[in-house]
């Protein structure tokens, strides 16, 4: 068990420019979950896959924002067009079935200038 | 919706001595209960979690926490704080959906060990 991996862990880009992170949860976790962190506050949920079905999208998803998980296993999560309030951290759990216990990665830092 | 509230942000304690830390949730049905802890930089850990069952439930690292219904309350406790302790703590609540678990986060208090 090697744990949840997100590549990069830190990623600083120009306003305006598209990110792609990725995300490897534990093999055989079949729901896969992305988080943004902001300074000084708890993670909020981004979205929520089981298998490779994208089952749930929170408000905080803007247009900008898409993620994908083909065949199941690794999940990526795009930003375009960057801006200054994208900077955050990003975190990716996963959970096997039929388990509620998220095991969290350890996060890609978005820094947007 | 659901939602959790720690009030305490910063706590500073002396290594040994015991802590408790506060959160309280907002949930209509029975809940499902987490405590994390956050190391600087890091992800989240998975200190203890509560389902159903005894409502005082062991953790890792000699963590333990109590769910009390009629408080709306899962407070974090240990008896001897560890240096290595100091970190930040973040209590969740979970909703089931679609089959999975979406977590709602608290604000966090970060704990501070003296020596």
């Known amino acids: 068990d090697t744990g949840v991996s997100q590549d990069p862990r830190h990623k600083i880009t120009k306003r305006g420019q598209n990110v792609t992170f990725r995300c490897d949860p534990i093999?055989?976790?079949?729901?896969l979950y992305w988080y943004r962190q902001t300074l000084g506050q708890g993670p909020e949920f981004l979205t929520y896959f089981q298998n490779e079905a994208q089952l749930e999208k929170s408000r905080l998803l803007s247009d900008r924002f898409s993620a994908e998980r083909p065949k199941g296993s690794f999940s990526t999560l795009e930003i375009q067009r960057t801006e200054q309030g994208d900077s955050a951290m990003y975190l990716c759990a996963s959970t096997p079935y039929p388990s509620y216990e998220q095991y969290f990665g350890p996060g890609t830092r978005l820094t947007v200038t | 919706a659901q939602s959790v509230t720690q009030p305490d942000i910063h706590i500073t304690v002396s290594e040994g001595a015991s802590l408790e830390l506060r959160c309280n949730y907002s949930y209509g049905a029975t809940p499902y209960l987490f405590w994390y802890v956050q190391s600087p930089g890091q992800g989240l850990q998975l200190l203890l979690k509560y389902f159903s069952g005894d409502t005082l439930v062991q953790g890792i690292k000699g963590f333990e926490a109590e769910f009390k219904r009629s408080q709306s309350s899962f407070n974090l406790r240990k008896p001897s704080v560890h240096w290595s302790d100091a970190a930040e703590y973040f209590c969740?609540?979970?909703?089931?959906?679609?089959?999975?678990?979406?977590?709602?986060f608290g604000t966090g208090t970060q704990l501070k060990v003296e020596l």
């Open positions: 969740a609540v979970g909703e089931l959906t679609g089959g999975g678990n979406k977590l709602t």
């Open positions: 093999s055989e976790h079949n729901r």
